[in-house]
């Protein structure tokens, strides 16, 4: 059948390379029919012609009729019953039902008719493992967005929570410059809080932890520089204290 359509189209190109593009399968309804699904590109050139000579109408309509003789089944007037059904779905969700039915079909076929032609047996093995590999792709795509989702909700978590980091530190730097010892003690214990939230959590890294530090230290510099004394706030990294070390 490939030689046929390759010499029918007139391709130029190798027809062993031609034929690993075109796909072979077959429905057992009613009335049994063939699926052959044959590239409409092929090496950069529009297979206009498949249309205009209507080429894989006449190569189905003969293998059906073919296939179903074979089997003892009147083909006299064989007509597929399901055709073009339904809107076009979106490409990964149609080429998956469309593998999981052609699957499905094809082992039916087999175990009803042992006497099948070995294109049919050959169709039933590629159905299968076009079946597998669209299963594996919506696993990976799966994997994928809810990798996404956790990166936006860590993301999310860790702008919020270095916006308050940052606030109560400035609210505890002008408390010390403001010489008010009840307020410095409330709002260094505010500082502390906001930064175990930060060093705490899952969704932080060392890179975060590390910035902690680095503001803490820069503040208490300026602090000490201007000739005030300073206590400085403290931090806990996953339940393990960590001080100015």
């Known amino acids: 059948m490939v030689n046929k359509i390759h010499k029918e189209l007139e391709i130029k190109e190798d027809v062993n390379r031609f034929g690993r593009t075109c796909f072979l399968n077959i429905h057992d309804q009613a009335n049994p029919h063939l699926n052959l699904l044959v590239p409409r590109i092929f090496a950069g050139e529009r297979l206009a012609d498949l249309d205009r ?4 109408a006449k190569l189905k309509l003969q293998f059906n009729q073919s296939v179903l003789k074979h089997c003892n089944i009147d083909h006299t007037h064989h007509k597929p019953l399901r055709a073009n059904v339904g809107r076009r779905k979106t490409a990964q969700r149609h080429e998956y039902d469309k593998a999981k039915a052609e699957a499905q079909n094809a082992s039916k076929l087999v175990l009803e008719a042992q006497n099948v032609t ?75 809080e906001k930064a175990n939230k930060i060093t705490e959590s899952d969704k932080a890294d060392e890179s975060d932890i590390l910035l902690v530090d680095n503001m803490i230290n820069t503040e208490v510099s300026e602090l000490e520089k201007n000739g005030l004394e300073v206590t400085r706030p403290t931090y806990r990294r996953r339940n393990k204290l960590n001080g100015s070390t």
């Open 53 to 56: 000579k209507n080429v894989l």
């Open 118 to 192: 070995t294109v049919a047996v050959l169709a039933q093995k590629e159905a299968e493992t076009k079946l597998k590999e669209l299963e594996i792709k919506e696993i990976e795509l799966d994997n994928k967005r809810s990798q996404i989702m956790f990166e936006k909700a860590k993301l999310n978590f860790i702008v919020k929570a270095f916006n308050d980091f940052k606030s109560s530190l400035i609210l505890w730097v002008n408390s010390i410059r403001n010489d008010s010892m009840l307020e410095v003690l409330v709002k260094r214990q505010d500082v502390e």
